[in-house]
């Protein structure tokens, strides 16, 4: 087994110069935070690691594994053709809230529907990232320029301040295709935030998921139930 570890502000330093157009997009502050390039990580981390590494896991500290984490590297596998990125469902209505105005103007849309027709965006707890598929996409590397992103986030009306979990968002509601949706039991979100902020009527059909839980995902501080 080796262990590497990444000094944070190396990192950054590479990091910013590409993720800096995304940030004022999909920060929690209002203006664009050198620090705050780190939250961008898993968008470009096919430009920064080694060419030799050629798949990541990339999960939130906030988890609790109920089954080997070495099984949810078989969900590479199932990549389709096309796909360079893993990550399941956000299972709260927050991007129902985010793409209000698209969705107003755009009744008929799909975007921040609940599951299973619709587009609820994603959570980046559990990311699968192909970094050599990521390499090759041609679609994902355009996506990353800053006048994508702006085109994009006029488009959907989108202002935004998770980070990650935004871009792929906003880009699954363009391109799904770039996107291989993990079952929501490899991460299993338990925050209930947005029931009691004016979504109790549709919550439910966003935050119910069937089979046996692999990973919880206790976000928001929530806590992860005892076995």
Known sequence: CQVIVHDVNELTEKLFPIVEAMQKHFSAGSG???????FFLSVAMHRIMPKEITQIIQVD????????IRDLFDEFDN???????????????????TFWQYRRENPQTKVGEPPPDGLPGFNSGVLLLNLEAMRQSKLYNQLLEPTMVQKLTEKYHFKGHLGDQDFFTMVGMEHPELFH???CTWNRQLCTWWRDHGYS?????YFQCEGEVRIYHGN????IPED
């Open 181 to 183: 949706v993990l079952d």
């Open 79 to 97: 990549f389709p053709e096309g796909a360079v990125i893993g990550i399941a469902r956000e299972m709260q209505p927050v991007y129902r809230h």
């Open 201 to 205: 009527d549709v919550f439910d059909q």
């Open 32 to 38: 664009t935070y050198y620090s705050d390039s780190i």
């Open 61 to 68: 500290l906030d988890l609790k594994y109920k089954t080997n």
């Open 220 to 223: 928001c501080n929530t806590p």
